[in-house]
């Protein structure tokens, strides 16, 4: 049979340090260094968590910094290009004369109505003046009575003139017949212009027209009864020469400067619809109404076709000359700021840094201004300014998008 192993046996070895193993040796390194990287995680997130609250308070601060410049809407003042000016105007005849009456009586004959057109020197009408015919009758009476006592003054005085030479009569006597007709001289000459003014208004019974036209208007019929030299009589006829006629308008003082030579108006009238006219620079008053602070100007229109009525209203514009609103800007009226000093406007500059200037408009447009200095075109204004705003305060414009 077979022996059976014998066991060997393992005897135990002394353990020393010399034989203690690698891993037993390097656990309390692994636990610095663990320690080690654990305390520069726990550093870099103290540093990050610092780092974003730094950061924090830094956009806080910007934000309570910006805060507290306010934010303005802005606009840059548009240019004023010279454009036509256009105005009310009033159509007014060449000529108009109304016709009284210059002798007292009825109407006999009435020759014309409105609307006729006539010629210089037409007869318009007649009167029957009975009490002016015999007033003449008498005058020329009178006349003859005082010529006869005139002509026997003169043979007396002659004849004492002749005597006082002689020494037959006394100077005193004389005299008094040489002062006898001086008296009946005058007396002749008062009674022939008597009878000329009754020949006169013998001769305005019968009543022409003043000048070439057409009868607008009629204030008597036949049979009436006419008053002459009453205050409240109204005129018979009314002539008007409208084969040319004056257009009126008022320019504003703004534009009272550049009216003058080569300035033309187109007008139209509404029974014309859009038809234009012209008319022509004749005259301007050169001085301004107290009351409306405008200048009166007339023009003249040629009216040969009658398509324009006298009394009508126009609707006018005028080509100004060149230059007309040069180096003028224009704003919105909300822009514009109201002081003791003065009108002025709020300017930002590229800092956002504000400077308040006094300006001077020149035309008032309702929601916009014309300015006439004090700002330049490619400034940035403050359009609905704060009415405590300053200059040198600091903004943050927000400027339109291009």
Same mark, same amino acid.
């Given at each position: 049979?077979?022996?059976?192993?014998?066991? &060997?046996?393992?005897?135990?070895?002394?353990?020393?340090?010399?034989?203690?193993?690698?891993?037993?040796?390097?656990?309390?390194?692994?636990?610095?260094?663990?320690?080690?990287?654990?305390?520069?995680?726990?550093? =870099?997130?103290?540093?990050?968590?610092?780092?974003?609250?730094?950061?924090?308070?830094?956009?806080?601060?910007?934000?309570?910094?910006?805060?507290?410049?306010?934010?303005?809407?802005?606009?840059?003042?548009?240019?004023?290009?010279?454009?036509?000016?256009?105005?009310?105007?009033?159509?007014?005849?060449?000529?108009? #004369?109304?016709?009284?009456?210059?002798?007292?009586?009825?109407?006999?004959?009435?020759?014309?109505?409105?609307?006729?057109?006539?010629?210089?020197?037409?007869?318009?009408?007649?009167?029957?003046?009975?009490?002016?015919?015999?007033? %003449?009758?008498?005058?020329?009476? /009178?006349?003859?009575?005082?010529?006869?006592?005139? +002509?026997?003054?003169?043979?007396?005085?002659?004849?004492?003139?002749?005597?006082?030479?002689?020494?037959?009569?006394?100077?005193?006597?004389?005299?008094?017949?040489?002062?006898?007709?001086?008296?009946?001289?005058?007396?002749?000459?008062?009674?022939?212009?008597?009878?000329?003014?009754?020949?006169?208004?013998? =001769?305005?019974?019968?009543?022409?027209?003043?000048?070439?036209?057409?009868?607008?208007?009629?204030?008597?019929?036949?049979?009436?009864?006419?008053? *002459? =030299?009453?205050?409240?009589?109204?005129? %018979?006829?009314?002539?008007?020469?409208?084969?040319?006629?004056?257009?009126?308008?008022?320019?504003?003082?703004?534009?009272?400067?550049?009216?003058? @030579?080569?300035?033309?108006?187109?007008?139209?009238?509404?029974? &014309?619809?859009?038809?234009?006219?012209?008319?022509?620079?004749?005259?301007?008053?050169? *001085?301004?109404?107290?009351?409306?602070?405008?200048?009166?100007?007339?023009?003249?229109? +040629?009216? #040969?076709?009658?398509?324009?009525?006298?009394?009508?209203?126009?609707?006018?514009?005028?080509?100004?000359?060149?230059?007309?609103?040069?180096?003028?800007?224009?704003?919105? #009226?909300? /822009?514009?700021?109201?002081?003791?000093?003065?009108?002025?406007?709020?300017?930002?500059?590229?800092?956002?840094?504000?400077?308040?200037?006094?300006?001077?408009?020149?035309? +008032? &447009?309702?929601? &916009?201004?014309?300015?006439?200095?004090?700002?330049?075109?490619?400034?940035?204004?403050?359009?609905?300014?704060?009415?405590?705003?300053?200059?040198?305060?600091?903004?943050?414009?927000?400027? @339109?998008? @291009?």
């Amino acid at each position: 049979m077979p022996e059976a192993p014998v066991p &060997h046996t393992i005897e135990p070895q002394a353990t020393t340090p010399d034989t203690m193993s690698a891993p037993a040796m390097a656990s309390p390194r692994r636990v610095g260094l663990f320690l080690l990287l654990g305390l520069a995680g726990l550093g =870099g997130v103290l540093w990050i968590t610092f780092s974003s609250r730094l950061e924090a308070q830094e956009k806080l601060r910007e934000i309570t910094a910006a805060a507290t410049v306010p934010s303005v809407s802005v606009v840059q003042p548009s240019e004023v290009r010279p454009r036509p000016l256009t105005l009310p105007g009033r159509l007014v005849a060449w000529a108009e #004369a109304p016709v009284y009456a210059r002798t007292s009586g009825f109407l006999a004959r009435r020759l014309v109505d409105i609307g006729d057109v006539v010629t210089a020197g037409q007869l318009l009408a007649v009167i029957d003046a009975p009490e002016v015919e015999q007033q %003449l009758a008498a005058a020329t009476a /009178a006349l003859a009575t005082v010529r006869a006592q005139r +002509d026997l003054s003169a043979r007396s005085a002659q004849r004492w003139n002749e005597l006082v030479a002689r020494s037959v009569v006394s100077q005193q006597a004389t005299d008094e017949r040489r002062g006898d007709l001086a008296v009946r001289s005058a007396q002749l000459t008062q009674a022939e212009a008597e009878l000329n003014r009754l020949r006169a208004l013998t =001769g305005f019974t019968q009543m022409v027209a003043p000048f070439g036209g057409t009868v607008t208007s009629r204030g008597t019929d036949v049979g009436a009864l006419i008053n *002459a =030299g009453a205050t409240a009589s109204a005129a %018979l006829f009314t002539i008007t020469d409208s084969s040319k006629l004056r257009l009126y308008l008022r320019v504003p003082q703004a534009y009272a400067a550049a009216i003058g @030579p080569g300035v033309t108006a187109q007008f139209t009238v509404p029974e &014309h619809g859009d038809q234009a006219f012209t008319a022509e620079l004749t005259r301007t008053a050169d *001085a301004l109404d107290v009351q409306s602070g405008s200048m009166l100007v007339q023009f003249t229109v +040629d009216n #040969a076709a009658d398509l324009l009525k006298p009394g009508g209203y126009a609707q006018v514009r005028l080509e100004l000359p060149p230059g007309t609103g040069a180096n003028q800007v224009r704003i919105p #009226a909300s /822009a514009l700021i109201f002081r003791s000093a003065g009108t002025s406007v709020a300017v930002v500059d590229d800092q956002g840094k504000v400077s308040v200037k006094p300006v001077r408009i020149a035309r +008032d &447009h309702g929601a &916009h201004l014309d300015i006439g200095s004090g700002l330049e075109r490619g400034e940035w204004v403050i359009n609905s300014p704060s009415d405590a705003i300053r200059s040198g305060d600091m903004v943050r414009p927000n400027r @339109p998008a @291009p």
